[in-house]
Every structure is written in structure tokens, then in C-alpha cells.
């Protein structure tokens, strides 16, 4: 079963801000359909799939006051939002 988690979240030195996603549970053809389809910087590691996405300030999901004092909240909004935007896109592989 597709499970995606937030591994890391920041700031580049170029000013540019990053979440990387680690979805598990995939199996090996829908591995193979998502790095080949997905934008973005996507690795497997320990047969997961770790996916990089970069957004500048003004979307990045935790630049808001709300996010620094609600993070937990903010982390799980973002990999429920990250789990249905894959599985919605492992559909087109059917």
C-alpha cells in the first residue's frame, strides 16, 4: 500500500525551497512508471522512491506564520496532498 512521508524540507543556498517526499509500497513497475514520468529530482532508495520537489517562497507549503506553529499538521496535509497527487498519477499507467 502507497505510503509517502516528508523526509526533509528547507532552504537551497540559491534561495530556492525544497521538500523531498519518501513513498513506499510501490511496487517495482509503478517504481519504474514514476521516474520516468515525474518531474522533478526522483531516486530509489532501499526500494523507495524519494522525490524532490522544489517551489519558490511563495508556494513553498511551510513558508506560512500558521506552519511554524503548526507543523505536524502542516506535514501531514502535505503527504496525504503528495499521496492522492501519485496515486492519481499511477493511474495513467492503467
Known sequence: MLSVKVEDYGETEDQMHYVTYRASGLSEKELD?????????????DGDLLLNIFYSRKFFPFASDDAHFKLEDFIKREEIEMTYFIASFLEDMK
Open 33 to 45: 512508471f514514476l521516474l520516468n514520468n515525474l518531474e522533478g529530482e526522483t531516486i530509489v532508495e
